[in-house]
């Protein structure tokens, strides 16, 4: 049964690179795909955020990591450098750890 999702997996990726490549010019053009390809790595990213912030394995929790996006979250808002973002939010983190 691996075998089989792993080759479908494969297939599919292959697929939709098949797609993009035989798509004619004026679909790839359109302002509603343009739009769409833009937006789609925000969307992707915000969803790797929240899966890796509040599920442990197979379980979805509150600890740590969501305090520790929350501060990164306000930083942003509040425009500190990137490396202030990491730093405040794994220092967070890493300190409600440290006490619980």
């Known amino acids: 049964m691996t075998w089989l999702a792993i080759g ?12 993009g490549l035989a798509a004619p010019a004026r ?3 359109g302002r509603r795909l343009q739009r769409f390809a833009a937006a789609l790595p ?13 599920s442990s394995g197979r379980h979805l929790g509150v600890d740590a990591r969501v305090a520790g996006v ?5 930083a942003v808002l509040a425009r500190a450098p990137f490396l202030a973002v990491v730093v405040l939010a794994a220092a967070t983190t890493a300190g409600l750890r440290l006490l619980s």
């Open 8 to 19: 479908l997996a494969i297939a599919g990726c292959y697929g939709a690179k098949l797609a």
């Open 27 to 29: 679909v790839l053009e």
């Open 42 to 54: 925000v969307a992707l990213l915000a969803a790797l955020i929240a899966l890796q912030t509040f």
């Open 70 to 74: 929350a501060v990164a979250a306000v």
